[in-house]
């Protein structure tokens, strides 16, 4: 239910089915969708086997989705030629978010969303109070909505520390909300998108107002801010952007892509088309590194993502970013086989081109970025993700805008000294 494990992936394999009725039995095979190879080619050793079926809406992970099916883990010998039948007779139970004093967590139905999906869809947040909120009853609050990154939920929120105080004990203190943009596809990161419905406007008018209107926050842009880390660091740029009057600031650190010029290395809108998997050379393009060394490759991660189906990084990227296909699903952006770039599909990617995006628009964002943007890089990041950040830095002085954009040598993706706690240390300016 779990996995795999990105940087130390184990075979596995999956099979997409539909319409599957009591008793029918489904047979994984060579045929199936296999990672790194078929399953007849697989090493002598020991394997754990579990089913699933996946149909929840909400949640990218099967093991987090409420009403799916599994089995029990079954232990199997690859010398073994015996067949194995592993029955669903487990179902993953209904998520409980339990309040405390300081956390509350937040569900409830989006209108916007159900008019996009035609059913019901619940958004959920919680709310992290600061120490003086009980004992202060007349105070109120400027906020700080954190995106998390890619695999973010609310069920590690109550774990987290409490809100920070900004300094002693006579400076601010924040409300904090952990958005973590969850959905079936990924992560949707509060973008409106043709797969994921219009998250960034449920976000803006429903649940910012839903926020203002249930606890005692400062309900003006310039005692609301943004910020994340990775997809949550994309996140909020993309919030900052293009809903400019609703928050004081962003405070973004290791963002995905900023600029499709540089999407971890590749130049999306080259001509011809480039390949994900290889660069202009020929040499496999890495994907992931530790210091100088290469860790992962594209074309492998693709691969593990495409026996994952949805709900992987890469796909994440292609529901948000993507139009539908005539069976509805988000068209891919490049060949499984040879990653070569679709540019028909790029076309629509730009759209979400953060970089391009600020230059399009730049008459009616200059009054209010300038001295907004904060963005935090190291020059040494795990997914190559610095090249994009670099452009964007250069886009923004070509436009004379202000933005703090700092990049820190030898630094990784993780930013160990820069935790969300940072981020929001460095909204005390604004008071």
Known sequence: MHGPDWFRPE?????EVTNLQPGQSITIDDQSNCFPTPISTWPD??????????HDFDYPSPAAGPGNFFSTVYHWQATDSASIHLTLDQIVPEMNYTDTQRVKFIQRPSQLLADHFGHQVIDRVAVILPDSYLSQPDRRYPVHYEVTGFGGSLRSVAKQSPNPRLGNQEEVELIKV???????????????????????????DEMIPHIDSHFRTIAQSDARFVGGHSSGGWSSLWLMVNYPEMFGAVFSTSPDPVDFHDFQGTDLYAQPPSSLYRDSAGNRRPLARRGQEVALWYDDFCRMDQVLGR??????????FSPLDDNGRPRRCWDATTGLVDSEVVAHWRQYDISWLIQQRWEQLKDHLPG???????????????GAAHRLD????????????????????NLP????????KRCEKFF
């Open 417 to 424: 000294s820069w935790s969300s706690n940072n981020n929001v």
């Open 311 to 320: 709900g992987g990084q890469m796909f994440s990227f292609d529901a948000v």
């Open 178 to 204: 952990i958005l973590t943009g969850e959905c079936k596809n990924g992560h949707h990161v509060y973008a409106n998108s043709a797969a994921n419905g219009p998250r960034g406007d449920a976000l803006v």
């Open 11 to 15: 075979p596995f394999a999956a099979i």
């Open 394 to 413: 250069q886009r923004l002085k070509q436009l004379g805008c202000n933005a703090q954009i700092q990049f820190l040598p030898d630094a990784s993706h």
């Open 45 to 54: 050793n020991s394997y754990r086997l579990q089913a699933v079926l996946d």
């Open 372 to 386: 907004k943007i904060h963005l935090v890089m190291g020059e040494l990041d795990t997914f190559y993700l610095e």
